[in-house]
């Protein structure tokens, strides 16, 4: 009896050992497909991305800066899960000249702090502190802006660039969702959860919403004409087009950080774009024909002031409806 049980014995042994084999050479298969497919894809974003910055330089003319990690300082590591990606870091620099992230509050703001930490492996910060932001992730949210270790901040207000000689990037959003999704975030700011949630559509047909419609329209058109009349280093983005080509436009905010791209880091951003706290696109219809209207005279108004400066006119928002 010994000898058959030791063939069986040696059969399953054999088994393990040649679907280990099996298992590995099939995973390492796929891992190769797969950056095969990575690199592929990647080919096709070069050929089509372009640069909507102000300052049109070639790579050749480019002048990167030399940033300088402060190994002090925590790190973070948004794809820790992912095989591919898990060893790309984000930290905290030294004597770095930061510059401006100003928006309208709901127009993609903390969404493309993650997609410029993501690509540029420094920290974005922010004039607001906010605790429930620093728990998401953005561990420069409370960084001291004195101490000269993030890459950007954010702002929502213009009156921070007064008196400032900081290179601002703007992020412009059709208003008429940037005011619905403000009026969702208003109405739910005591959850956590308020990225995502929306206020009963009842909400909208209440005089309170109208009047925020009309107060906050005039703040959102603020918030824009200063900086684009009177910030000298300007970068613009639309948040539209950053939603449809996410990689294209960073690349873009990379040059006018003056930051050299790190094509694997672009690869695995392309892979993880959602990030945290990037807001649902909510459809509906609250606004009346006077507020279309005064949305169209203030996107008018700006986009004359966009052709003054070289920049191109925002995206035709009626394609995305509302307006």
């Known amino acids: 009896m010994e000898a058959p049980k030791r063939f069986i014995f040696f059969i399953l042994a054999f088994c393990s050992i040649f679907g280990i084999i099996f298992t590995y050479n099939s995973t390492v298969s796929s891992l190769i497909i797969f950056s095969n497919s990575i690199s592929d894809k990647d080919h096709e974003e070069r050929a089509i991305f372009a640069d909507i910055s102000s300052e049109n330089y070639s790579e050749k003319e480019m002048t990167y800066r030399k940033l300088t990690i402060d190994n002090s300082g925590q790190k973070r590591y948004w794809w820790s899960k992912d095989l591919l990606c898990s060893q790309y870091?984000?930290?905290?620099?030294?004597?770095?000249?930061?510059?401006?992230?100003?928006?309208?509050?709901?127009?993609?703001?903390?969404?493309?702090?993650?997609?410029?930490?993501?690509?540029?492996?420094?920290?974005?910060?922010?004039?607001?502190?906010?605790?429930?932001?620093?728990?998401?992730?953005y561990l420069g949210e409370d960084d001291p802006i004195s101490r000269n270790r993030t890459i950007v901040i954010k702002t929502h207000t213009a009156e921070s660039l007064k008196g400032s000689n900081?290179?601002?990037?703007?992020?412009?959003?059709?208003?008429?969702?940037?005011?619905?999704?403000?009026?969702?975030?208003?109405?739910?700011?005591?959850?956590?959860?308020?990225w995502f949630l929306s206020a009963p559509n009842s909400s909208y047909k209440t005089k309170a919403f109208h009047k925020f419609v009309e107060k906050e329209l005039e703040i959102w058109r603020s918030t824009y004409i200063y900086p684009l009349k009177n910030a000298k280093r300007l970068h613009v983005i639309f948040y539209e087009m950053l939603r449809e080509n996410p990689v294209r436009e960073i690349r873009g905010i990379l040059r006018f950080l003056q930051l050299r791209p790190d094509e694997d880091r672009l690869l695995c951003l392309l892979r993880h774009l959602e990030g945290v706290a990037k807001g649902q696109q909510r459809q509906i219809q609250p606004y009346t024909w006077e507020e279309k209207n005064a949305f169209d005279r203030t996107i008018e108004e700006i986009n004359v002031i966009l052709s003054s400066r070289g920049f191109p006119p925002t995206p035709d928002y009626r394609i995305y409806g509302l307006i």
Do not use: C, Q
């Open 89 to 137: 870091s984000v930290n905290f620099g030294k004597n770095i000249v930061a510059s401006w992230l100003l928006s309208y509050p709901r127009s993609g703001n903390t969404w493309t702090r993650y997609l410029i930490e993501s690509a540029s492996g420094f920290f974005t910060g922010s004039i607001y502190h906010s605790k429930n932001s620093k728990r998401a992730g």
């Open 166 to 194: 900081r290179a601002t990037l703007l992020i412009m959003r059709n208003p008429a969702r940037s005011l619905i999704s403000y009026w969702n975030y208003k109405n739910n700011r005591n959850s956590f959860s308020r």
